[in-house]
């Protein structure tokens, strides 16, 4: 161990501390740097790949849903032959410039339906056309098409953009009835210029870090040999002096000499680090006894704590996932019972019973999800969506002496979320069927305000809400006596709040009203 013999040789010391531990910092921070560099680049790479299949696969499907509405509105006034050219018309009218990322159509025998680049293209057949690598795309496309789901694959593929071949993914799914595939696909070489993007940020900052940390050694350096120059031998004796007396004062409580400092200065100082020293010895001695027991009793608590949140957490994750599994086969057995004994009022209600399940299991379900997965939108039929869920709580109504009495207006589309926007539906029927008195009816609306906002309402007759304000917070329960986890309410809150949903609740001792504005166009602006 090095021992300092004058200020001379602590200063010097103190440089060559201050440079070995700069160096230390600078390696651990390059290399953070360095690993923060990897992670980003893997989790660029696969986040805008996820992302890429997910615009694709909404891309095409959105695609599928206007042929499919298309084909049946004027399946009974058109031939077949007239909507499938207004189809591919009305398709390259939408279509965009970007010869990068461009939608493809061809029937199950690899005829080009629909090729944007280029329209001598389409008429001629590409079944057997092979990419660099001796995939056969179109086959392949074709193929996984026909799945239920449709599917992606990657392969090679010319790139006008760059003149060469170019790593691809894309998307296809069917529309079966005209034995079509539909797929569009997406250049990966743009990730490449996002990593670039990366490494150049990474460079730049590894310079700003050598930068500040070579100016910061300089001013320690500086500073220390300032420390040395205007220092006197009275000032390191007296500091000394000093020095000795803090060391003694752990063994003794003797004062210190005052004789032995020349400045009064420093004399005013010893005195105060005589009353200090005394103050802390007795502090010091409560204070380790009052840490030793606060911190005991804090690391006990954490723990508790820990174990209670994560018990908690796998609880429910495991709960939910449990819960699935039986819910599918009773529901399984329901349909099958049904068969063999229909209008049965004893099978209606374990019917009705699976159902509540179901949708509490979906509200758990999307709680668990909702940090970790991206809602994206899409354009919705609204109508269509609240006539299947009023069909599907048609029996849970029924069975607790209620019915609907809907007004809905037709063909409503709205840019959201399904699975969010099903959460809303689904959360207020529910809620309307558990608070409702008894043979009373359920009324429900769906109407356009104006242009660009429609309205959608439950109305009950039902006791009077007491605290509006807060009916829609986490676990509250106006009635506890009716069940649930006054979660339902709480999960619309924060889907509205996001999407910019504006709320209204009218209760009064005759009637509860929840009405919901929606936007029909995503508010960008806003």
Same mark, same amino acid.
């Given at each position: ?52 299949? +997910?615009?694709?696969?909404?891309? *095409? ?39 990068? +990322? ?22 001629? /057949? ?157 502090? $010091? ?86 940090? /970790? ?49 099903? /959460? ?39 006791? +009077? ?35 910019? *949903? ?9 009637? $509860? ?5 929606? /936007? ?7």
């Amino acid at each position: 161990m090095l021992k300092a013999k004058s200020l001379y040789h602590l200063i010097v010391y103190s440089i060559l501390f201050i440079v070995v531990l700069i160096s230390f910092f600078t390696f651990i921070i390059i290399n953070n740097a360095h690993d923060e560099l990897q992670d980003k680049t893997e989790n660029l790479k696969t986040d805008y790949t996820n992302s890429q299949k +997910e615009l694709l696969k909404n891309d *095409v499907n959105s695609i599928i849903s206007f042929i499919k509405y298309y084909d049946n509105k004027y399946k009974k006034t058109k031939t077949q032959e007239t909507i499938k050219k207004e189809v591919l018309e009305a398709l390259h009218e939408l279509r965009v410039d970007n010869i990068n +990322e461009y939608l493809f159509i061809y029937d199950f025998n690899g005829v080009s339906l629909y090729s944007p680049i280029s329209k001598d293209k389409e008429g001629h /057949r590409y079944l057997e056309l092979k990419d660099k690598e001796g995939r056969e795309v179109i086959k392949e496309l074709i193929n996984i098409s026909q799945k239920p789901n449709g599917g992606y694959i990657e392969y090679l593929w010319y790139k006008l953009a760059i003149f060469k071949d170019a790593k691809k993914i894309s998307y296809a799914n069917s529309y079966k009835e005209w034995n079509w595939t539909i797929g569009r696909g997406v250049y990966l070489d743009e990730i490449d210029k996002l990593v670039k993007e990366k490494e150049d940020e990474y460079n730049q900052k590894i310079s700003n870090y050598t930068l500040q940390i070579t100016s910061l050694t300089i001013m320690l350096v500086l500073y220390s040999i300032f420390i040395y120059k205007n220092a006197t031998i009275l000032i390191v004796n007296d500091v000394k002096e000093i020095g000795k007396y803090f060391k003694e004062s752990q063994k003794n409580d003797n004062p210190i000499n005052q004789n032995r400092i020349i400045f009064g200065e420093f004399k005013v100082i010893a005195n105060y680090a005589t009353d200090a020293m005394n103050n802390i010895k007795l502090k $010091t001695h409560m204070l380790e006894d009052l840490n030793k027991n606060l911190e005991y009793n804090v690391s006990e608590k954490t723990k508790e704590l820990t174990k209670l949140i994560e018990s908690q957490k796998t609880f429910i994750k495991n709960s939910v996932h449990e819960i699935n599994t039986p819910l599918a086969i009773i529901q399984t057995n329901i349909d099958l019972l049904k068969m063999k004994i229909p209008n049965n009022k004893y099978i209606t209600n374990i019917e009705s019973g699976s159902k509540i399940i179901q949708y509490i299991y979906d509200d758990l379900s999307y709680l668990i999800k909702r940090d /970790r997965v991206i809602y994206e939108k899409e354009y919705l039929d609204f109508s269509k969506i609240l006539f299947e869920r009023l069909s599907y709580f048609e029996e849970i109504a029924v069975s607790n002496s209620l019915y609907f009495i809907n007004n809905i207006d037709e063909d409503m589309y709205i840019k959201f979320n399904n699975t969010e926007l099903q /959460r809303i539906i689904d959360n207020n029927l529910s809620n309307a069927i558990k608070y409702s008195y008894a043979k009373s009816p359920i009324f429900v609306k769906l109407e356009y305000l104006n242009d660009t906002e429609i309205e959608f309402s439950v109305t009950t007759h039902s006791k +009077e809400i007491e605290s509006v304000e807060k009916i829609f917070d986490d676990f509250y329960r106006e009635n506890s006596a009716r069940g649930g986890f006054g979660l339902g309410l709480k999960i619309v809150k924060d889907i509205c709040d996001k999407n910019l *949903v504006i709320i209204n609740l009218q209760s009064n001792e005759k009637k $509860t009203k929840f009405t919901y504005r929606f /936007r029909i166009n995503e508010n960008t602006t806003a």
